[in-house]
């Protein structure tokens, strides 16, 4: 019994006096400012270039014009329009409604159409 309790007390003075060593050899907070301090000031990374000057060079009344001009000539997209698509015209459906309804009917009559359920199988994944 005297053993197992000799041997619990040196353990718990050898983990004790391990981390009163560490900290007696740390560098004190005085020392790491000055260190920092006295370091290069260069940015993290790989040699990272600096951001590029992202400021206008027009006022906020010149801006305004501008867009002002722009909707007067209709070269700004209305809400919702496609921006990507500016220059591509869609065409326009040579037929009626009505008509693409009566060529699909007389279509599914003459059993030109896919039914229900047969067409193409689906991807498998």
């Given at each position: 019994?005297?053993?197992?309790?000799?041997?619990?007390?040196?353990?718990?003075?050898?983990?004790?006096?391990?981390?009163?060593?560490?900290?007696?050899?740390?560098p004190?907070r005085a020392?790491?400012?000055?260190?920092?301090?006295?370091?290069?000031?260069?940015?993290?990374?790989?040699?990272?270039?600096?951001?590029?000057?992202?400021?206008?060079?027009?006022?906020?009344?010149?801006?305004?014009?501008?867009?002002?001009?722009?909707?007067?000539?209709?070269?700004?997209?209305?809400?919702?329009?496609?921006?990507?698509?500016?220059?591509?015209?869609?065409?326009?459906?040579?037929?009626?409604?009505?008509?693409?309804?009566?060529?699909?009917?007389?279509?599914?009559?003459?059993?030109?159409?896919?039914?229900?359920?047969?067409?193409?199988?689906a991807?498998?994944?």
């Open positions: 019994m005297k053993n197992a309790l000799t041997i619990v007390a040196a353990a718990a003075v050898a983990i004790f006096a391990q981390g009163a060593y560490a900290q007696a050899s740390a004190t020392e790491v400012k000055a260190e920092t301090k006295a370091a290069p000031k260069a940015p993290a990374g790989e040699n990272v270039p600096a951001a590029p000057d992202t400021k206008s060079n027009t006022t906020r009344m010149d801006r305004k014009a501008a867009t002002k001009e722009a909707v007067k000539e209709g070269d700004v997209p209305k809400a919702g329009e496609n921006v990507s698509d500016k220059g591509a015209k869609t065409s326009k459906s040579m037929k009626t409604r009505a008509e693409r309804k009566a060529e699909t009917k007389a279509a599914v009559k003459a059993g030109e159409t896919t039914p229900a359920g047969e067409g193409q199988a991807p498998k994944k």
